[in-house]
C-alpha cells in the first residue's frame, strides 16, 4: 500500500502564492506518476499537474500552464505544487495522486486552498 499526506493549504489573496507538498510513504518503488488534482465545491475533480517519477518530465492543464509549478524530490519521495499568482477560481480542495507502474492508484486526504478576491 501507498500513503499519501498532503500540506501547505490555506487561505492566500489573489495574486499571492502557496507551496503544497505531498509525502509518500509505503510501496513506492514502483511509482509511474505523480499528480495533482483539484475539486471545487458543486464541480467535478479536474486535473492540474502531473509529473512522470522517472524521466521528470511535467503535464499541466491549460488553466494553470505558467502559474503553476510541478516538482518532485526522488530522496523524500515527495511532490511539490508552486501555485503562483493564485486566483479565485483557484480554490478548490487540492488532492495528490500517485500511479504505480502496475495501474494502482493512490489518493491524499485532500487540503484546502482559498484564494480570496
Known amino acids: 500500500q501507498v500513503q499519501l499526506v498532503e500540506s501547505g493549504g490555506g487561505l492566500v489573496q489573489a495574486g499571492g502564492s502557496l507551496r503544497l507538498s505531498c509525502a509518500a510513504s509505503?510501496?513506492?518503488?514502483?511509482?509511474?506518476?505523480m499528480a495533482w488534482f483539484r475539486q471545487a465545491p458543486g464541480k467535478e475533480r479536474e486535473f492540474v499537474a502531473r509529473i512522470m517519477w522517472s524521466s521528470g518530465n511535467t503535464y499541466y492543464a491549460d488553466s494553470v500552464k505558467g502559474r503553476f509549478t510541478i516538482s518532485r524530490d526522488n530522496a523524500k519521495n515527495t511532490v511539490y505544487l508552486q501555485m503562483n499568482s493564485l486566483k479565485p477560481e483557484d480554490t478548490a480542495v487540492y488532492y495528490c495522486?500517485?500511479?504505480?507502474?502496475?495501474?494502482?492508484?493512490?489518493w491524499g486526504q485532500g487540503t484546502q486552498v482559498t484564494v480570496s478576491s
Open positions: 495522486a500517485l500511479r504505480r507502474t502496475g495501474g494502482d492508484d493512490y
Open positions: 509505503g510501496r513506492t518503488f514502483s511509482t509511474y506518476t
